[in-house]
Each structure stands twice: as C-alpha cells, then as structure tokens.
C-alpha cells in the first residue's frame, strides 16, 4: 500500500468537489485518473500531495517523497533551467548540503537528458516552448527520487513521439523505484501505455474502475462515452456551478 | 417570506451593511494573515540556513535600484519646503533658524517618510506582483510540493533587506535633502551656506538620528512583509495580481503613517 484514499471529500463553497471517492495504489503501480474537465482530477492530486486541506476522509501514503507535475510546468520563471531542476537540492533544508555544485551539474544533465533535452541549462522558462516546459517540470519533480509520483496531464500538448518519451519514462521510473504513480490524463495513449488500472470520475464520484484493456471494451455506459468521445451518454457537459 | 427576503436583499441598507461587513471582514482577515506570514518569517529567522546569494540580490534591489527616485523625491521636498519658508524668514529676522528647522524636519521625518513612500511604490509593488504572481501560476504550490518552506524562501531575503537596506537609504536622503535645503536657502533668500549649517547642527540630536534609524528599521520590514505577504495571499488570474498589488501598496502605506504615529507618540512626547 503505497497511496491509500478512503471516503475522501472536498467541498469548494457549497460544491461537493470531490464526494466520497476511495482508491488504493500499490507499490510499483501507476494509476489513471480520467474524466471531464472540471471533475476534480486535480483537486485530488492537490489532495494527496497536502496543497489543499481535505474535508473530511482519509488519506494514507507512505513515508518518503512525493513528487508532482503540475499540469501548467508552473516553472520557476526568474531562474534557469538548471536552478529550476536544482531547486530542491539547493534549498531544502535536509538536501541542501549533500551535493557539490560539480555533482548537481551532473544530476541536471542527467535528469535533462532522461525527458530528452540537451545543453538548455542556461535557458529561462520563457525562452522554451510549451512541451519544453512541460518535460522541464518532469525533471525538476523527479530530482529529489520520489517514491510517490502525481502527473497532472504531463503528456497533455505535446506532440506525439514527446508524448511517447514521456510515457516510457513515467513507466522506467516506476520500474526503477517501485513507486505508487497517478497519472491524469485525457489521452487513450497515455492510459494504454502507463497505466495499470483506470478510475473515472464524474461530477466528483468515481464512475468507473478497472484496467485500460477493459475500459476499451465500451461494457460501461461512462467508459463508453469517454473512449468514443460522444456527446450522447450519461456525462453532460453544460455544468457549471 | 421568499419575496420579503428577495427584496429584504436588494434593499440598500442591506448593502451598506453587507459591504461594511465585507469590508471589515476582509480588513481583519489581511491584518491577520499579515501577523501569521510575520510569525512564520521569526521562526524561519531563528532556523537560520540564509540563502546569501539571494540576500545580496534583494539588498541590491531594495537599496540601489530605489535610489534615484528616492532621492529625487527628498530633495524636491527639501527644496520645496525650503524655497517657501527661507525668504520669509530671514525678513522676520529669523534666517538662523532656517538650517535648524530644515534639519530637524528633514531628519526625524522627511527622509525616513518619503523615502518609505518612493520605497513602496517602487519595490514594494514590485515584490507583491512578483510574488502573487507566483501564486497564481502555481509556483508557491510547486516549492510546497519539493519541500520547501516557501516563506523562509521568499520572505526572508526581501524581508532582511528591508531592515538592512532602509537605514541606509534614510541616511543618504537626509543628506542630501539637508544639502538641497542649504543650497535652496542661498539661492531664494541670499542665506549662506556657513549660517544654515551652523544652526542645521544645532538642531540635531544624535536621538534625532537613531530615532529615524529606528525607524526605518521598521519601515523597511514592515514594507516587505505586507508586500510579501499581500503577494503570497493572492488568488485568481491577472486580476489578483493587480489587487494583491494594490492591496500591499495600500498597507503599506497606512502602516508605515500608523508606526511613524507611534515612534512620534514614543520618543518625542
Ligand atoms: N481553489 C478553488 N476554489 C474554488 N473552486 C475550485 C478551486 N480549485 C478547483 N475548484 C473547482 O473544483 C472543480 C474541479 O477542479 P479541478 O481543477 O480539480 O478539475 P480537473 O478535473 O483537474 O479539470 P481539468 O481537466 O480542466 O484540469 C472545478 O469545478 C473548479 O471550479
Ligand atoms: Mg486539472
């Protein structure tokens, strides 16, 4: 048990964001979340990684880092891209010590040259293009050898073979820690590629559990939906507050 | 009674005491959370493990790159009070009090408040879009999640430059709001250079200095923390970074009048 969510809730105002969802990740197992924009799929990782407060639930991960994409890069736009990779080792408490500025020049080339890049150090975040960014923040997420993983969308934008270098590294990376991942994700391919099981939400509740062979199956009335991307279904759009 | 209340909230005593409250309710909210971040900056104080690359970076920022406008405003301030006042009184015989009364004003108050003013809008601005900015995109959330405490990395450095730098800026206005006073005073009403500032040093007292100093001190924390703080509170967009901006520059503002209340009330009653 690597990520436990019991009865989690989370209430914005006076919506039920997140209403009563329960999952469990295992060691060395990734997760997707899917479902509509506005679901609560982000709400969740916030949950998980402490950025928001839970309303009432239960939420259990196991000792160590936990390391997260944000789904817009959310760099860091006054420093370079190797500060923005280095930034845990240079300023938490506990890491800060550990390397020589010889040895984090390495760890940036490293972790740089994993998401496919090469020789940006210098770069600042304004100067990369959208997947630049986006494999930038992968980097910076992973430095720290986290044992619990959060992709917010991270292949969302790319094109297709940075989509695929980023679903191979988001598989290696398990297989090399053994870490609990969850993966948000509007895309087949990212399901099908990294993802041992799938949940979908809807309106806040789970609607859907099981693996990314069976979601194709189109047996559930959600699933069905999501995968042929129909407007007719049990989901409507049209929500709002 | 759904009508009653319908219209009960459409009436305008209801949105004269719906927006007090707001407004008051916003008022201890900010005042609250500027109290906590300030908590919270001691704590990160006494931990130590200060990033002196930073530190450099915002004292250079704080101190250096304020300077011009700073100065523009003291001394235009000197030579406006000055060029008003100097002529008439060396025709009512008082010319020797000239150099005195401009020290004593620009001392204890001019230079420590105007360079506060030009301060605020200058870096206090600049620190509280800079960091609501952050906010919004998610950078505050980003340090969070890789364990870093984001208040001793953003706050301490702004903060401690602050404190450090302002004392500094106070000194060289008041110099040079001194000289500009001297300098006027020759040219409206013919005073020379020795009369003024023989009686200017009579004038001043070394309390009179360490009073302002002290001042200072608080001026230039106070700035940054409700700078910092009215950034790191920010939500929403482009448009919360305009409020959160405008918020800290109005603070500051009111706080830095409210502690120059206090130090006049403290040390010269
Ligand atoms: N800080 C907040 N304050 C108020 N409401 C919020 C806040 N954050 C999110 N919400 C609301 O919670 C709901 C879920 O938001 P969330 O960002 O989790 O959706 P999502 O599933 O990640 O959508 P997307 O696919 O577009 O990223 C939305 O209705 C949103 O309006
Ligand atoms: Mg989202």
């Known amino acids: ?27 060395g197992e990734t997760l997707a979340i899917v479902g509509f924009s506005g679901s609560g799929k982000s709400t969740i990782l ?46 938490r408490r506990d890491l800060r010590k550990k390397f020589t500025e010889d040895e984090i020049k390495e760890i940036v080339k490293q972790k740089l040259e994993l998401v496919g890049l090469k020789g940006i150090e210098k770069l600042f975040p304004s100067e990369l293009s959208g997947g630049m960014q986006k494999r930038v923040s992968f980097a910076r ?21 940075s989509s695929t270098l980023i679903e191979n590294y988001i598989v290696r990376l398990k297989e090399e820690t053994n870490a609990a991942s969850i993966v948000v994700t509007h895309q087949m391919s990212t399901i099908t590629r990294t993802a041992d099981r799938v949940v979908m939400l809807y309106n806040g509740k789970i609607v859907y559990e099981g693996t990314p062979s069976d979601m194709l199956k189109q047996d559930n009335e959600y699933t069905k939906q999501f995968v042929t991307a129909s407007l007719e279904g049990p989901m409507k759009m049209m929500e709002g507050n | 009674m759904g009508t009653l209340q319908k219209y009960f909230k459409q009436s305008a005593t209801y949105k004269i005491f719906t927006g007090v409250y707001d407004t008051f309710y916003d008022f201890v909210d900010t005042l609250g959370k500027i109290t906590q971040n300030g908590i919270q900056l001691i704590k990160a104080l006494i931990k130590g493990g200060i990033d002196r690359k930073e530190l450099i970076y915002q004292c250079s920022r704080f101190g250096v790159s304020s300077l011009p406008i700073t100065l523009t405003i003291v001394g235009m301030t000197s030579v406006i009070v000055a060029s008003q006042v100097a002529l008439e009184m060396v025709k009512q015989g008082g010319g020797n009090f000239i150099g005195m009364m401009m020290s004593i004003l620009i001392v204890r108050e001019v230079a420590v408040i105007m360079s506060g003013f030009a301060i605020i809008s200058m870096i206090g601005s600049s620190i509280a879009s800079e960091i609501a900015t952050m906010r919004v995109t998610e950078q505050i959330d980003a340090i969070r999640v890789l364990k ?122």
């Open chain 1, 46 to 91: 916030k949950l998980i990684s402490g950025l928001l407060e839970k309303d009432s639930g239960e939420i259990i991960t196991s000792k160590g880092d936990i390391a997260m994409v944000f789904q817009y890069s959310a760099l860091f736009d006054s420093l370079n891209v190797a500060d923005n990779i280095a930034f845990a080792l240079h300023e």
């Open chain 1, 141 to 161: 997420a992973i430095v720290t050898e986290p044992n619990t993983i959060l992709y917010d969308e991270p292949t969302a934008g790319l094109d297709p073979i």
């Open chain 2, 148 to 269: 870093v405490d984001p208040v001793s990395y953003l706050f301490v450095p702004r903060v401690l430059s602050g404190i450090i730098m302002m004392p500094f800026v106070t000194i060289i206005a008041a110099a040079v709001g001194v000289l500009a006073g001297a300098v006027t005073s020759d040219l409206f009403a013919g005073l020379s250079y020795r009369a003024y500032f023989d009686s200017a040093w009579l004038g001043i007292y070394m309390k009179d200095l360490w009073v302002s100093l002290l001042k200072a001190v608080f001026f230039g924390g106070t700035i940054a923390l409700i700078s910092c703080s009215c950034g790191y509170y920010a939500s929403g967009g482009a448009k919360g970074v305009g409020l959160a901006t405008t918020k800290a520059v109005v603070w500051s503002f009111v706080a830095i009048v409210v502690w120059d209340m206090i130090f006049a009330v403290a040390f010269f009653f």
């Open chain 1, 1 to 27: 048990m690597s990520i436990e969510v019991k009865n989690l809730v989370k209430v914005f105002g006076d919506k039920k964001v997140i209403d009563d969802v329960s999952f469990k990740v295992n060691d």
